[in-house]
């Protein structure tokens, strides 16, 4: 591991400057609705439902990732392929993960190949606290599930409904979710951050913002479509 090496492995900050603690802007929103909490319970069954999705997301700081690649929420891993620059030095390497494991290896390939390689990965076991980069793919395979959450469970908490949107022309709302979706870091509780999510009439998930650990009021940004027909990932999930 060069660069992007190093961004795995120490890019990661303290959490207790998560953005967005409750009382302030992010909480400017009005209690969920019984449609509105119905759509908010099912979003991570649809991408459960989907199987593989495609997603793009970048992270900002000192040392930006950038990501294009699938999450097969049916079997819980995801692929793609990672950049970054530091001090004007370009890195890029394919990454696959689990809920357990983050795996790397270098590439001179601009895009993620098709199958998954088998072979030449460096795993090692996934901390969602050790890294910007971590946390945010931890958090991604969370947003998946079996079953539907209960929409009257979800109308107790302080999830909320911030705004109507669009993504790419499609009519969305925008949600705060409970702070018990906060990602898996120590952040005290007076300062958990919240996630964000876009989602359509149908309860499908377009978008999603991600607080970034101790860089307060920043967000890493994820786009979700449709994979491709036939794109399957065989990523080891032991």
Known sequence: MVVLGGVLG????APSDA?????SSQAAGSALSTEQAQRLAIFRFNNFDSGVRAVTFSIPGAQPVQFSGWIDYAAGAGYG????????????????????????????????????????????????????LSNVVAVLLSLGNDRPDNPQLLQQTDALWLRSDEVDGTPVDVFA????????????????????YWIDETG???????????????????????????????????
């Open 10 to 13: 120490v890019s990661g900050c």
């Open 204 to 238: 499908h998930l377009l978008k999603a913002e991600i607080p970034v650990a101790g860089q307060a009021d920043t967000w890493t940004t994820v786009n979700f479509t449709d994979a491709d027909a036939g794109v399957s990932l065989d990523v080891p999930t032991q």
């Open 177 to 196: 979710g409970p702070t018990s979706d906060a990602p898996a870091t120590a952040a005290p509780t007076n300062a958990a951050p919240t996630l964000r």
């Open 81 to 132: 392929f990672a950049s970054t620059t530091v001090d004007g030095a370009p890195d890029a390497g394919l990454l696959r993960f689990t809920p357990h494991t983050l795996g790397y290896q270098p590439t001179t390939l601009g895009a993620a190949p098709l199958p998954v390689p088998a072979d030449g990965w460096q795993d090692s076991a996934l901390n969602p606290s050790a890294t910007s």
């Open 19 to 23: 953005p967005d603690a409750p009382g």
